[in-house]
């Protein structure tokens, strides 16, 4: 699975992930007069959180991709950004006193060696801490409504989005797996609004992440049937979308 251009990436997930951000942010307890490193950034939602409270020379990010990577530093001049993934950072031990990754774990290729190397670049009694939609059936998360749309036609394509850090214990397990120990899990949860059901479906079309991937492989008339399946799960009417995420925070 690919992305496309940042900026779609950004009007499919942003408008959810940007909220989440703060409260993952208060939820690390992210302060002043810290170092952070905020690990597969995208295209900078919680980077921009972590520049607010500690100042843009006391935050860094890594981003495997080039877009990305475009994107954030454009949006941040003067941002360290570089290339990396999270199973191997590009930093000495030690360097952060706090490493987030924000809605990353689940594309990971070796969940539980990405965060321990989050803690192998975090100082001894620093901070360490990732956050992943809820993506068990059911959930109240960004495309749970559209989950529960395909599924009624392809339940096997929804059950295969089931990806590492989704369910609930899931980060605990990682965390623990990395070695470290007295890891304090939850739920963050916060409320988007939505103008309409359109403003909802539109980004599904701009073919960002495994939702949009599998949008624009439909044809017409699917994609048409899978929007109305969709409406009828969501409010007429602006309404508010409550989206959920599993977070994990540890102390090295």
């Known amino acids: 699975m690919a992305f496309t251009a940042a900026d779609f990436y950004d009007r499919f997930m942003g408008r959810f992930s940007q909220p989440l951000a703060h409260a993952f942010a208060d939820r690390a307890e992210v302060r002043a007069g810290q170092r952070a490193l905020d690990v597969g950034c995208g295209p900078g939602a919680l980077t921009g959180v972590l520049i607010e409270r500690l100042g843009i020379d006391s935050v860094e990010a890594v981003e495997p991709s080039p877009q990305f990577r475009e994107s ?120 988007v609004a939505m103008a309409s059901f359109e403003d909802w479906w539109e980004p599904f079309l701009l073919g960002a992440g495994p939702a949009g991937d599998y949008v624009l492989g439909l044809t017409e008339q699917a994609r ?25 925070i540890a102390t090295v």
């Not at 399946?229 to 599993?246: K, M, N, T």
């Open 72 to 191: 954030v530093t454009h949006r941040f001049p003067g941002l360290v950004v570089r290339d990396g993934t999270a199973e191997h950072l590009p930093h000495p031990d030690d360097t952060f006193d706090v490493a987030l990754a924000q809605l990353v774990v689940h594309f990971m290729t070796d969940p539980v060696a990405g965060i321990a190397e989050l803690a192998r670049v975090t100082r001894p009694g620093g901070t360490v801490g990732a956050a992943v939609w809820d993506l068990t059936a059911g959930a109240h998360g960004p495309v749970s409504a559209f989950h529960a749309a395909v599924a009624e036609t392809q339940p096997e394509w929804v059950a295969s989005q089931l990806k590492p850090g989704g369910a609930q214990g899931d980060l605990g397990r990682i965390f623990r797996s990395a070695g470290l120990g007295q890891v304090r899990e939850s739920v963050l949860t916060t409320q």
């Open 224 to 248: 048409d049937d899978l929007r109305e399946r969709a409406r009828r799960l969501l409010p007429e009417g602006a309404f508010d979308l409550r989206v959920d995420a599993w977070c994990a």
